[in-house]
């Protein structure tokens, strides 16, 4: 389905249904993240907000951007803080709601709905400070390989929503290509169990100083 009509319907039960890849990121974001010190970030894909209110704790300003009103209604409704903008948009469009120099770029489980990575990774390149960081979480490629897809049931039917698979090599091609380089990469298990498929991959791209 379409991704925007798809999250759109699933902004009711994204909060609410067992989903083992929503929360094992929110463990994977906030481990990347905790020594990290940044002011103004922009969040790519907020969703329901789910990171939003962690990152608001530790930033100065956060502008969380999603295309689905549906999802920022909700994480509208969860969030009063006075420094978070919500912004809706195609984040694959320029970014003009973009504030200049942030010091860091979040991306939580949403490149899996991206086809052309070059279209936001030279957006996150050009809006970040000298030396800025950009955090990617997304479902580890290993687990698309074997058929892992965003889906969610709407009365009782499966809902498979649009997604395309990013190997580990265009991640890192295309933050090169826009003056990103890989300082971090960590792959998160199910229970911590090292033996089976990781289910996130994250990473931690900074800008050239
Ligand atoms: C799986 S949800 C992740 C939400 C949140 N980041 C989280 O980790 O729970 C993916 C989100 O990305 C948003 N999204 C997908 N493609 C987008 C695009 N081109 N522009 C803006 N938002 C987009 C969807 O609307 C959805 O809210």
Redesign the pocket.
Known sequence: MN??TA?NAWADTYDTVANRT?DL?AVAIRQLLAEVPFSEVIEL????G??TEWLAAKAAQVTA????AE?LARAQAKLASANVRFQP????QPWRWAPPAVDLVTC???LE??PDLSAVFQQCGRALRPSGLLYVGELHPFKQYLGSK?RYLADGTEVTVECHTHHLSDYLAAALAHGLQCVELREFFDADDCRGVPRIISFLFQKKA
Not at 45 to 48: A, D, E, V
Not at 65 to 68: M, W
Not at 89 to 92: Q, R, W, Y
């Open positions: 991704v925007q999250y929503r990121e894909g907020c969703g329901t789910k990171n951007v999603d295309f689905s999802m948009a195609d984040v694959t939580s489980l949403m709905h991206i965003a």
